[in-house]
Nanobody
Framework: QVHVVESGGGLVQPGGSLRLSCAASGRTFSSYGMGWFRQAPGKEREFVAAISRRSGVTYYTDYTDSVKGRFTVSRDNAKNTVYLQMNSLKPEDTAVYYC?????????????????WGQGTQVTVSS
């Protein structure tokens, strides 16, 4: 069983930054892609960002259009941790953010391609 735990959420003013962390158990963390999703009040959960396993010296990343240029996903395989750096935050970024381990090595925007999920961490962007 793989456990996924998110942390780092909180209240931040518009234009501010937060860094979310996601720790996943298991010795094979580095072999799988990891993803971030979010769910705003009254809305369906949506894809935010994903990062692949390392391919040579490269990690492939993918982002939803609304966060491109503002959010950065990264990972530290030695710590079994993936990060989501969020800059220039907007009120519409307010949501519960979920981290998930992919069922394969690449990136995906599809929830069905993720098999282990965390409980989520709340991010609120408000003045």
């Amino acid at each position: 069983q793989v456990h996924v735990v998110e942390s780092g959420g909180g209240l931040v003013q518009p234009g501010g930054s937060l860094r979310l962390s996601c720790a996943a158990s298991g010795r094979t963390f580095s072999s799988y892609g990891m993803g971030w999703f979010r769910q705003a009040p009254g809305k369906e959960r949506e894809f935010v960002a994903a990062i692949s396993r390392r391919s040579g010296v490269t990690y492939y990343t993918d982002y939803t259009d609304s966060v491109k240029g503002r959010f950065t996903v990264s990972r530290d395989n030695a710590k079994n941790t993936v990060y989501l750096q969020m800059n220039s935050l907007k009120p519409e970024d307010t949501a519960v953010y979920y981290c998930a381990r992919g069922s394969w090595s690449g990136t995906s925007y599809r929830e069905d391609d993720y098999d282990y999920w965390g409980q989520g961490t709340q991010v609120t962007v408000s003045s």
